[in-house]
């Protein structure tokens, strides 16, 4: 481990005395006040006491910040700025890295799915987690679940009532009631997919044979102290919902500590999944490359096919767009 990431650590039990963890990491005391020094450049702002270094009252959402007290093996890498985390941390795939999470606090050219655009302005939790897991390229949609249910799970620790839709989108469990969407019923404005709310969406890139991933990047957009007005019709955000900006960081580290205890045992992805989903149970209309499938999704099987019974047959569904229906929709 490095020097930083073990002051961090040192940092999130008390104070912590330079020339002991010097002695503790054999290295120079030097190399510890380089390490002070950096995160103080990083805006994370260790005081000097005479019971040694403290962390800040406030660690700030930054690298820093987030490493501090964060129990998941990943480093950070955080950017004012990036045109797309997903696209950063694939470059870092390139070139050999892993266990990285790269973190925006805005994105210009944030990405969804089959090229759709991302708005992803300041305020957001914009991230994108970089691994290469022990797993075959067709059980990988699992750790797309596993992304989902951290990230609704995050959503209900700052009290909002977050479910998930098949597969990857998170939304306000409430359907139907007060929209906090000033954009919701202005002419021209129709919700992106009726149902809940959009709270978050998620964007699996990977690259690797048949039998294993080579590097894996799960993006992550979370519309977290964003304004809704900012984002297109049908979404919301955690802080319209609470009423008050939510705590970044800490939301953060508890969406890559939930992601990275999943991941490591993924027999519990499904069963959390399903716990969570707001789709099983409802007629859907999901829409693949190939076909429209209409019926009632009844459940979700390995890897992270959604089951659907139409009148006629048993589909399962391994991609695709899915719409919640109300019951007497028209195009059910
Ligand atoms: C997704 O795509 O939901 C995946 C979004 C992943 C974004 C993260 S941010 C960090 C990382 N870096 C990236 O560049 N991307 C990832 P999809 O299911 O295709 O939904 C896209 C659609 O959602 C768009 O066509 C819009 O209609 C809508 N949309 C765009 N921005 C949104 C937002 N901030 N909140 C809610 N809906 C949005």
């Not at 999704?297 to 096919?305: I, N």
Request: glycine share 10%; hydrophobic share 40%; proline share 6%.
């Amino acid at each position: 481990m490095d020097t930083r990431r073990a002051l961090l650590d040192a940092l999130a039990d008390g104070p912590v005395s330079g020339p002991s963890l010097a002695a503790e990491l054999g290295v120079s005391r030097a190399a510890v006040w380089k390490a002070v020094e950096g995160l103080r450049e990083e805006g994370f702002a260790v005081e000097s006491t005479d019971d040694g270094y403290v962390a800040p009252a406030d660690p700030g959402y930054g690298a820093p910040g987030i490493e501090f007290a964060l129990d998941a093996p990943y480093t950070v890498e955080y950017h004012d700025t990036l045109s797309s985390t997903n696209t950063r941390a694939r470059a870092l795939a390139e070139s050999g890295a892993s266990d990285v999470v790269v973190v925006a606090d805005a994105q210009t050219g944030g990405r969804g799915r089959l090229n759709r655009s991302w708005v992803a302005p300041s305020g957001g939790v914009w991230l994108s987690v970089l691994t290469a897991p022990a797993v075959s390229t067709a059980r990988a949609p699992q750790l797309t679940l596993a992304a989902a249910v951290a990230v609704a799970d995050a959503c209900r620790a700052v009290g909002v009532d977050a479910g998930i839709k098949w597969p990857n989108d998170v939304l306000l469990e409430s359907e139907g009631g007060a929209s906090s969407d000033p954009n919701v019923g202005r002419e021209g404005h129709e919700p992106v997919g009726r149902g809940g709310q959009k709270l978050a969406g998620i964007l699996t890139e990977m690259e690797g044979e048949a039998d294993r991933v080579a590097w894996l990047v799960v993006g992550v957009g979370v519309n977290a102290n964003v304004d809704p007005s900012e984002l297109p019709a049908g979404a919301t955000s955690l802080r319209a919902v609470c009423g008050d900006p939510i705590d970044r960081r800490a939301f953060v580290r508890d969406v890559l500590e939930r992601y990275a205890e999943l991941t490591a045992d993924l027999k519990a992805v499904l069963p959390a999944w399903r716990n969570r989903a707001l789709t099983l149970g409802r007629r859907v209309r999901v829409e693949t490359s190939t076909e429209t499938v209409v019926g009632e999704a009844v459940d979700v099987e390995p890897p992270g096919a959604l089951v659907v019974e139409t009148d006629a047959e048993t589909v399962r569904v391994h991609a695709g767009d899915c719409t919640h229906l109300r019951a007497a929709d028209p195009s059910a």
